[in-house]
C-alpha cells in the first residue's frame, strides 16, 4: 500500500465515513497511518456514509453545474432546485454514446451506469477512477399490461407473477456478466486512490471474475481464492484469464475468506446503490413518483405468482 496521499486525495475522502449496521459507531473512511477498517469494533458489518450537502437557500443562489440550464427561479426550495439540477445533470450524461477508442475519460464515465451518479456514489476524484463502463444494463417491461408490442413472450412473466405493471433488470449484462461489476468498480477505485498494488478475494466466482477484471484494469495484482469444487466453469475462466497471479485452494468458502490477506475496501465494494438510480432514472417520468417494490434476485431465488398482496403499481 502505497501511503503518498496526496492533499486531493484526502479532501475527497473527507466527506466519507464508515457506519456499523449495529452499533451505529462511525469511523472516518480512511484513517491516515492505519490499516483500512472493514469491520466495527463490535463485529459488525460497516456501511459507508457520504456528506451529501445541500445549498443553503438564504446565503447564494443554487448554481448549475457547467453547461446545464435550471430554468428554476433562485428563490426556489434548495433540495427541490438541488434535486431539478442533478437530475438534468444526470440526463445529458446518459445521452453519451462514446467509443472507446476515441472518447476522453469524461465521457467513459458519464457512460458508465455507475459513476453517471458519481456525486451521489463516491467524491472520487476523476483520474482514479477504474470503469469498464458498468451499469448500464436493460430494464425491461414485462407485465401484463406495460408489456411491448411483439415481446408476447415477455408478457408471460407478468402472467406468471400476477402483475400488471413489471419491469426486469438484467444485471446479466455487466461486462462480466454480474451485477457485482456495480460494486467492483468502486472498490477498486477506492484501492487505486489509496495507491494499493494488489488487490485479493475469496469467491466462489462471481465477485472473483469482477475483481480480477477491474484490478487488471488497473495494473494491479490480483489474488484470488476459490473454493475447490464449488466454483462456476465460466467464472473460474474469466478468474484466470484476468488475473496474472492467483492462489487456488482446497478450503471451505469460509476458511478462504478468512485467508484473503487484510485490510479491506469491502464496505466500499458493497455500494450497489448505482442499481435503484439507474432504475428510477430509466422510468418514465409519469411514474417516477408512484410506490416501487425492488426485489434482488439470483436464478436460485425466482419469483412466484402474487408477489405482494398488495398490488404495487410497479415491482422491479
Given at each position: 500500500?502505497?501511503?503518498?496521499?496526496?492533499?486531493?486525495?484526502?479532501?475527497?475522502?473527507?466527506?466519507?465515513?464508515?457506519?456499523?449496521?449495529?452499533?451505529?459507531?462511525?469511523?472516518?473512511?480512511?484513517?491516515?497511518?492505519?490499516?483500512?477498517?472493514?469491520?466495527?469494533?463490535?463485529?459488525?458489518?460497516?456501511d459507508v456514509e457520504m456528506k451529501f450537502a445541500l445549498?443553503?437557500?438564504?446565503?447564494?443562489?443554487?448554481?448549475?453545474?457547467?453547461?446545464?440550464?435550471?430554468?428554476?427561479?433562485?428563490?426556489?426550495?434548495?433540495?427541490?432546485?438541488?434535486?431539478?439540477?442533478?437530475?438534468?445533470?444526470?440526463?445529458?450524461?446518459?445521452?453519451?454514446?462514446?467509443?472507446?477508442?476515441?472518447?476522453?475519460?469524461?465521457?467513459?464515465?458519464?457512460?458508465?451506469?455507475?459513476?453517471?451518479?458519481?456525486?451521489?456514489?463516491?467524491?472520487?476524484?476523476?483520474?482514479?477512477?477504474?470503469?469498464?463502463?458498468?451499469?448500464?444494463?436493460?430494464?425491461?417491461?414485462?407485465?401484463?399490461?406495460?408489456?411491448?408490442?411483439?415481446?408476447?413472450?415477455?408478457?408471460?412473466?407478468?402472467?406468471?407473477?400476477?402483475?400488471?405493471?413489471?419491469?426486469?433488470?438484467?444485471?446479466?449484462?455487466?461486462?462480466?456478466?454480474?451485477?457485482?461489476?456495480?460494486g467492483m468498480t468502486v472498490g477498486v477505485t477506492m484501492?487505486?486512490?489509496?495507491?494499493?498494488?494488489?488487490?485479493?478475494?475469496?469467491?466462489?466466482?462471481?465477485?472473483?471474475?469482477?475483481?480480477?477484471?477491474?484490478?487488471?484494469?488497473?495494473?494491479?495484482?490480483?489474488?484470488?481464492?476459490?473454493?475447490?469444487?464449488?466454483?462456476?466453469?465460466?467464472?473460474?475462466?474469466?478468474?484466470?484469464?484476468?488475473?496474472?497471479?492467483?492462489?487456488?485452494?482446497?478450503?471451505?468458502?469460509?476458511?478462504?475468506?478468512?485467508?484473503?490477506?487484510?485490510?479491506?475496501?469491502?464496505?466500499?465494494?458493497?455500494?450497489?446503490?448505482?442499481?435503484?438510480?439507474?432504475?428510477?432514472?430509466?422510468?418514465?417520468?409519469?411514474?417516477?413518483?408512484?410506490?416501487?417494490?425492488?426485489?434482488?434476485?439470483?436464478?436460485?431465488?425466482?419469483?412466484?405468482?402474487?408477489?405482494?398482496?398488495?398490488?404495487?403499481?410497479?415491482?422491479?
Amino acid at each position: 500500500m502505497n501511503n503518498a496521499l496526496t492533499p486531493e486525495i484526502l479532501a475527497a475522502l473527507s466527506a466519507v465515513s464508515l457506519q456499523c449496521v449495529e452499533c451505529s459507531a462511525l469511523y472516518p473512511g480512511l484513517e491516515v497511518g492505519s490499516a483500512f477498517r472493514y469491520r466495527c469494533s463490535c463485529g459488525g458489518t460497516l456501511d459507508v456514509e457520504m456528506k451529501f450537502a445541500l445549498p443553503e437557500a438564504q446565503t447564494a443562489p443554487v448554481q448549475a453545474p457547467p453547461g446545464i440550464s435550471s430554468g428554476l427561479k433562485s428563490d426556489s426550495d434548495p433540495a427541490l432546485l438541488t434535486g431539478t439540477l442533478l437530475r438534468q445533470l444526470f440526463d445529458e450524461r446518459a445521452l453519451t454514446l462514446p467509443a472507446w477508442s476515441t472518447s476522453d475519460g469524461k465521457m467513459l464515465l458519464d457512460y458508465s451506469g455507475v459513476w453517471r451518479y458519481r456525486e451521489l456514489i463516491l467524491p472520487a476524484p476523476e483520474q482514479y477512477i477504474i470503469s469498464r463502463p458498468e451499469g448500464n444494463t436493460g430494464l425491461y417491461p414485462v407485465g401484463m399490461e406495460n408489456c411491448k408490442p411483439g415481446s408476447i413472450g415477455h408478457r408471460q412473466i407478468g402472467l406468471y407473477a400476477g402483475l400488471e405493471h413489471l419491469f426486469l433488470k438484467h444485471e446479466g449484462e455487466n461486462p462480466t456478466g454480474s451485477f457485482k461489476d456495480r460494486g467492483m468498480t468502486v472498490g477498486v477505485t477506492m484501492a487505486n486512490l489509496c495507491g494499493a498494488q494488489a488487490v485479493a478475494c475469496a469467491s466462489t466466482g462471481n465477485t472473483a471474475a469482477s475483481l480480477a477484471s477491474y484490478a487488471a484494469q488497473a495494473g494491479m495484482r490480483a489474488i484470488v481464492f476459490l473454493p475447490a469444487g464449488n466454483v462456476a466453469g465460466g467464472k473460474l475462466a474469466q478468474s484466470l484469464a484476468y488475473a496474472p497471479g492467483r492462489l487456488l485452494t482446497g478450503l471451505s468458502f469460509r476458511q478462504a475468506i478468512l485467508a484473503t490477506p487484510l485490510p479491506s475496501v469491502k464496505p466500499f465494494a458493497r455500494l450497489i446503490s448505482s442499481r435503484l438510480f439507474s432504475i428510477c432514472h430509466a422510468l418514465p417520468r409519469s411514474r417516477q413518483k408512484e410506490p416501487i417494490h425492488s426485489i434482488v434476485a439470483s436464478n436460485k431465488d425466482l419469483p412466484g405468482r402474487n408477489l405482494s398482496r398488495r398490488r404495487p403499481s410497479l415491482l422491479l
